[in-house]
């Protein structure tokens, strides 16, 4: 089964009035996400579905229905509201991807807080700068990432709470933290559900920019208009389906339509709670019989990376519709899916500021190999001129994405950033901070971003975050990082240092200043790649420029570093 219709059909008669009624809403209701992925789908007598089957990385398999999904939920939110967290306080999930992290999300929606997910490889410097942006006052995490958080307690008076769920009493627990298993607590049937609306807060992502900290976009409960629709007609779930969304839910793709989007349609969903290795990932769809797929580029070549052969050894034949998000992805990446599977990946393009799919490949719709689609039904997006913001026109024109505001998942704002939140707007355009020109068929074909943040493998990582980081290495005097491509990660991180007086670059101190930054930051965050230099290029004014270290490496004209100046 599928949910195909016509592109075209579906963009005339779209209304979003019709996706509220589809849910059963209207305006002015209550409408809480965590009760809409649980309850009410048992309500629609779907209670013994299976809601999530989760493999753990030691093989490691446990099965819950909608119903049991629906009281280890309500059992956080009361854990939750025991501990005398109130409505709208930030509370942090600091997981890897145990069934604790998605249970914990509805569960936070619940009882009324915003979830804060934070991707567990974080390094103590990456979790500190986002716990005190949010001004958390609780933690939900694990043993193993529990030590990070005990380093950085006491620079966050507000945390009052660290929540551990996999504590098994062998080690006393220090000041602040308490030990909650949602398996053996006592079940909590009903819990009255926190009666949010459209506008309560819900979700609060960070992201980051090419300066400053991260910042965290803020969503509302009402998102789930968009993500439920476009999980249903643009990954064309259907009742029948299992499907696998690869996305880690500290990322928007991991909660939109790793979370949001597939319960709230009652999808039956699996999760593998373990890294990348092409033979396990396709025993996984082997194993669990899975219909349709959300992945994204760099997955996708690292899977081609392990040839044909390898695919053929599994049964795949369960595999009806597959999707991809983050990156570019690439003709070669769409062909190949297409001679292997016997099925396209259908490219989507959106971020964590519009919280669901803008731009995608719809069902049904002849796919442009490297083409990123057209226009979700519903959104209006356009590519408008760099300095004036009016629509380009011409086809095949190079300008900025924009769309029209309005749909239900877009953003209200960046936590505590109203300023800059404001700045993404434009002549009435949301303006994504990406390049693109669309074709004479309305085609939408990604160019690059428009600032310097790096995409690795689909994760953002903010330049100025590594750079200040990399500031406290003892043998850094100034440094600048740029995203050097990558044949699988499409950019990777490159660090250009100028050391300290007395220090000598050498490959030992390359690793030492490596390792640094992985453990502060992230594995993703550390350079793979470091480029000593007497001293950096500069402007008159004494900024680095970035762009000129950026064009180097990938091979660009430099041209006029006069103009260079003017853009940095
Ligand atoms: C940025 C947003 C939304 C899911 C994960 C990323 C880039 C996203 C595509 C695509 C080319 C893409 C853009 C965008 N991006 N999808 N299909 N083709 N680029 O969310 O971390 O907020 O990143 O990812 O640069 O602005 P995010």
Redesign the pocket.
């Known amino acids: 089964m599928s949910n195909i219709g016509s592109y075209e059909e579906k963009v005339k008669n779209f209304k979003w009035d019709d996706c509220e009624a589809e849910l059963g809403y209207k305006k002015g209701d209550i409408i809480n996400i965590g009760e809409y992925c649980t309850d009410r789908i048992c309500r629609m007598g779907k209670g013994e579905k299976p809601a999530l089957f989760w493999q753990g990385y030691t093989g490691e398999i446990k099965k819950y229905t909608f119903n049991r999904m629906r009281v280890l939920t309500n059992t956080i939110a009361r854990y939750l509201k025991d501990l005398g967290i109130k409505e709208g306080e930030r509370v942090c999930l600091f997981l890897d991807k145990v069934p604790e992290l998605y249970f914990g999300f509805l569960g936070i929606l619940k009882m009324g807080a915003i979830a804060q997910p934070l991707f567990s490889a974080f390094g103590g410097e990456s979790l500190f700068t986002r716990l005190e942006d949010a001004e958390a006052t609780a933690i939900i995490t694990q043993k193993k990432h529990v030590g990070k958080v005990r380093k950085i307690l006491n620079d966050l008076p507000r945390l009052k709470h660290v929540i551990i769920v996999d504590d098994d009493g062998s080690k006393p627990l220090r000041q602040r933290e308490t030990a909650f298993s949602m398996e053996t607590a006592a079940s909590v049937e009903d819990f009255e559900i926190f009666p949010s609306t459209a506008e309560t807060p819900s979700v609060l992502h960070y ?1 980051s920019g090419t300066t400053g900290k991260p910042k965290g976009a803020q969503h509302v409960h009402y998102s789930l208009i968009s993500q439920y629709i476009t999980a249903k007609y643009v990954l064309d779930l259907t009742d029948e389906d299992i499907y696998w969304c690869t996305a880690d839910p500290g ?3 991991g909660t939109s339509y790793g979370i949001i989007g597939p319960w709230s349609n009652g999808i039956t969903q699996c999760v593998l709670d373990s890294g990348f290795r092409a033979d396990t990932w396709y025993q996984f769809i082997e194993d669990h019989k899975i219909t349709t797929w959300y992945s994204a580029p760099t997955a996708i070549r690292s899977l081609m990376r392990e040839g044909k052969e390898l695919v053929q050894q599994y049964d795949l034949s369960s595999l009806r519709h597959m999707c ?6 690439n003709a070669e990446a769409v062909i190949w899916s297409g001679e292997t599977f016997g099925l396209s990946f259908h ?7 519009t919280g669901s799919i803008m731009i995608c490949n719809y069902p049904g719709m002849k796919i442009k190999p490297g083409s ?1 689609g057209k226009p979700f039904p519903g959104i209006t997006a356009d590519v408008v001129d760099m300095k004036t913001y009016e629509p380009v026109k011409k086809s095949g024109t190079v300008g900025l994405i924009a769309i029209i505001p309005g749909w239900p998942s877009m953003f209200r704002s960046y936590w505590k950033n109203e300023e800059v939140y404001r700045s993404k707007f434009r002549n009435g355009w949301y303006i ?3 390049r693109a020109s669309i074709d004479e068929d309305g085609y939408f074909w ?1 160019v690059g ?1 428009d600032d310097d943040v790096i ?1 690795t493998g ?3 990582v903010g330049p100025f975050e590594i750079e200040s980081a990399l500031l406290e290495h003892e043998a850094v005097a100034e440094s600048a990082c740029v995203g050097k491509p990558d044949p699988v990660n499409m950019e990777v991180v490159k660090a250009f240092i100028a050391l300290k007086p007395g220090y000598k670059g050498s490959d030992e101190l390359e690793l030492k200043i490596m390792n640094f930054i992985r453990k502060k930051l992230s594995p993703l965050a550390m350079p793979q790649e470091i480029e000593f230099m007497d001293s950096l290029p500069k402007t008159r004014s004494g900024k680095i420029m970035r762009r000129l270290l950026r064009a180097k490496e990938w091979g660009e004209e430099i041209g006029d570093t006069s103009t260079l100046e003017d853009n940095e």
């Open positions: 992201t990322w928007v793709t991809s998000v983050g990156e570019p992805l490219d989507t393009f959106w971020q964590t500021e990123m994504c901070g990406d990604f971003r995409n689909g994760h953002l």
